[in-house]
């Protein structure tokens, strides 16, 4: 057979065979598709980092070498019972709490500020410290007694002071350039394992867990994933050139030991209040004098807001700053001095860095304007008298009052009760007598014993009143409550029609 015939024969085979794959399929049911184009997948990485993990390792360990030397390993005796507190949010230097036998023994960690011997803190780790009660442990193993230079439970930190010269000392850098992300390491004495490191990234900025239960409290923390348990308390936390950018001040948990959520007072409060205290050794702060909470939607809503944004007051305090200024209940705090604020614990961390004596000027929210207030702030009043709830509490036998159930919104209201009125230092207002468990009150805060007393900036004298403002409204729409609590705490609650 010829080549030109081989040739014809292959070609031959291979047509028929095309042919019939292409029979199959179609008598299969089968459609082929062909595609227009090529596609062709992006392969290149979203970020161009230039890094590699042997220079990941070897920052780790210079960082490790330079900064371990400037954090101490604190023992602190006390004299004092500890109360054990929330579990949620342990504090690192905690004593053992057996609550049995003094003087307790806790442990915590510190960061040398000066080659003379100060060291930065957490007020939680020595504020109950006896005489003579703190020792410090170098890395180097000296030992020292150090004494008490000055705390401040506002922000959870403090200074302590040993004689010595020539110390490590830590280099500080900017907490206001933290990005949630990147690297640190957290630097301390957890457990008893002194000299301890560990590594993670910042998970989130400027978070409030309101660990100390004190309203006028500035939690502004950092938080991070870098391992740290009881005994990291006071100590660094720092970024991937060992500069503290935060000390290490709480964790949240529910076993008492790391879950995976640490949080530190960023250094650029930490810093401004060490400084005052080795000054002072006290911290004088200055206030607005008005309770205040976050914005959200429905309260933006209700109050004209385009969008969520600034810090609401809920109650202005009587003789303070803001009242002095023209503050008022509703109004919305969007910048101080021209600095935006969307949060309290932001608003808080702004002037909490002012002293008393000095002045503000507020970007106020009111009734659809926008205007400036200068504000002259006090010192903290420390008058704010508190009444037990069993004092509040509307008395048994009361005679038969009028009473309306709202069920768009979930309350039952009723007229004052006699007496109710001075108990709550209100001259007007209706007493909510039953709120619907998961109703929409219920969800925004409202409980059975406040007493509304305006709606929608109009005072509610009695249920007819409210009626009436309600019945004006469409589902959807949001109703602003002034209430007063049984604490006589005045709020602000936004509530959507149902």
């Given at each position: 057979?010829s080549?030109?015939?081989?040739?014809a024969?292959?070609f031959?085979?291979?047509?028929?065979?095309?042919?019939?794959?292409?029979?199959?399929?179609?008598?299969?049911?089968?459609?082929?598709?062909?595609?227009?184009?090529?596609?062709?997948?992006?392969?290149?990485?979203?970020?161009?980092?230039?890094?590699?993990?042997?220079?990941?390792n070897?920052?780790?360990?210079?960082?490790?070498?330079?900064?371990?030397?400037s954090?101490?390993?604190?023992?602190?005796?006390?004299?004092?019972k500890?109360?054990?507190?929330?579990?949620?949010?342990?504090?690192?230097?905690?004593p053992?709490f057996?609550?049995?036998?003094?003087?307790?023994?806790g442990s915590?960690?510190?960061?040398?500020?000066?080659?003379?011997?100060?060291?930065?803190?957490?007020?939680?780790?020595?504020?109950?410290?006896?005489?003579?009660?703190?020792?410090?442990?170098?890395?180097?193993?000296?030992?020292?007694?150090?004494?008490?230079?000055?705390?401040?439970?506002?922000?959870?930190?403090?200074?302590?002071k040993?004689?010595?010269?020539?110390?490590?000392?830590?280099?500080?850098?900017?907490?206001?350039e933290?990005?949630?992300?990147?690297?640190?390491?957290?630097?301390?004495?957890?457990?008893?394992l002194?000299?301890?490191?560990?590594?993670?990234i910042?998970?989130?900025?400027?978070r409030?867990?309101?660990?100390?239960?004190?309203?006028?409290?500035?939690?502004?923390?950092i938080?991070?994933?870098?391992?740290?348990?009881?005994?990291?308390?006071?100590?660094?936390?720092?970024?991937?050139?060992?500069?503290?950018?935060?000390?290490?001040?709480?964790?949240?948990?529910t076993?008492?030991?790391?879950?995976?959520?640490?949080?530190?007072?960023?250094?650029n409060?930490?810093?401004?209040?060490?400084?005052?205290?080795?000054?002072?050794?006290?911290?004088?702060r200055?206030y607005?004098?008005?309770?205040i909470?976050d914005?959200?939607?429905?309260?933006a809503?209700?109050?004209?807001?385009?969008k969520?944004?600034?810090?609401?007051?809920?109650?202005?305090?009587?003789?303070?700053?803001?009242?002095?200024?023209g503050?008022?209940?509703?109004?919305?705090?969007?910048?101080?001095?021209?600095?935006?604020?969307?949060a309290?614990?932001?608003?808080q961390?702004?002037?909490?860095?002012?002293?008393?004596?000095?002045?503000?000027?507020l970007?106020?929210?009111?009734?659809?304007?926008?205007?400036?207030?200068?504000?002259?702030?006090?010192?903290?009043?420390?008058?704010?008298?508190?009444?037990n709830?069993?004092?509040?509490?509307?008395?048994?036998?009361q005679?038969?009052?009028?009473?309306?159930?709202f069920?768009?919104?979930g309350?039952?209201?009723?007229d004052?009760?006699?007496?109710?009125?001075?108990?709550?230092?209100?001259?007007?207002?209706?007493?909510i007598?039953?709120?619907?468990?998961?109703?929409?009150?219920?969800?925004?805060?409202?409980?059975a014993?406040?007493v509304i007393?305006?709606a929608?900036?109009?005072?509610?004298?009695?249920?007819?009143?409210?009626?009436?403002?309600?019945s004006?409204k469409?589902?959807?729409?949001?109703?602003?409550?002034?209430?007063?609590?049984?604490?006589?705490?005045?709020?602000?609650?936004?509530?959507?029609?149902?």
């Amino acid at each position: 057979m010829s080549k030109k015939a081989i040739f014809a024969s292959a070609f031959l085979i291979v047509f028929a065979l095309s042919f019939g794959a292409i029979l199959i399929a179609n008598f299969s049911g089968v459609k082929t598709l062909i595609a227009d184009s090529q596609i062709e997948f992006k392969t290149t990485p979203p970020i161009q980092s230039g890094a590699n993990i042997k220079g990941i390792n070897d920052a780790f360990v210079e960082i490790a070498k330079s900064v371990t030397p400037s954090v101490v390993f604190i023992d602190v005796t006390s004299n004092t019972k500890q109360k054990e507190g929330d579990k949620n949010f342990q504090f690192f230097f905690g004593p053992d709490f057996n609550m049995d036998d003094v003087p307790q023994h806790g442990s915590g960690s510190g960061v040398i500020i000066s080659k003379d011997g100060y060291i930065m803190t957490n007020n939680h780790v020595v504020s109950n410290a006896s005489d003579k009660g703190i020792k410090v442990v170098l890395s180097d193993k000296r030992e020292f007694t150090a004494r008490l230079i000055g705390t401040d439970p506002n922000t959870d930190v403090a200074v302590i002071k040993i004689d010595a010269d020539n110390l490590t000392v830590a280099s500080v850098g900017n907490s206001d350039e933290v990005q949630v992300g990147q690297w640190v390491l957290a630097l301390g004495n957890p457990l008893g394992l002194n000299n301890t490191v560990t590594a993670g990234i910042v998970s989130a900025i400027g978070r409030n867990i309101s660990i100390t239960g004190d309203s006028y409290a500035i939690n502004n923390f950092i938080q991070t994933d870098a391992v740290i348990n009881p005994g990291n308390s006071g100590g660094a936390l720092v970024d991937i050139n060992g500069s503290v950018i935060g000390i290490n001040a709480a964790i949240k948990t529910t076993t008492g030991y790391y879950q995976g959520y640490g949080f530190a007072i960023p250094i650029n409060i930490a810093k401004t209040v060490v400084a005052e205290l080795i000054k002072f050794g006290k911290i004088e702060r200055g206030y607005i004098g008005v309770s205040i909470k976050d914005v959200d939607s429905k309260e933006a809503k209700g109050l004209g807001l385009e969008k969520a944004r600034g810090v609401l007051i809920q109650n202005v305090i009587k003789d303070g700053a803001g009242e002095e200024a023209g503050l008022k209940t509703g109004d919305v705090i969007l910048s101080v001095d021209g600095k935006e604020v969307n949060a309290a614990n932001q608003l808080q961390t702004v002037i909490g860095s002012k002293r008393p004596g000095e002045s503000v000027t507020l970007a106020v929210f009111r009734n659809g304007n926008t205007r400036d207030i200068s504000v002259k702030l006090k010192p903290r009043s420390n008058n704010d008298a508190v009444l037990n709830d069993n004092q509040l509490k509307p008395k048994e036998n009361q005679p038969d009052v009028a009473s309306k159930q709202f069920d768009n919104i979930g309350i039952i209201v009723m007229d004052l009760p006699s007496g109710i009125s001075k108990q709550y230092d209100v001259n007007n207002g209706i007493l909510i007598k039953e709120v619907a468990h998961f109703s929409e009150a219920f969800n925004r805060g409202l409980r059975a014993g406040f007493v509304i007393i305006e709606a929608d900036k109009q005072k509610v004298e009695n249920i007819t009143q409210l009626e009436s403002i309600i019945s004006g409204k469409n589902k959807g729409d949001v109703l602003v409550l002034k209430v007063v609590t049984q604490a006589k705490d005045i709020r602000l609650v936004a509530i959507e029609i149902q």
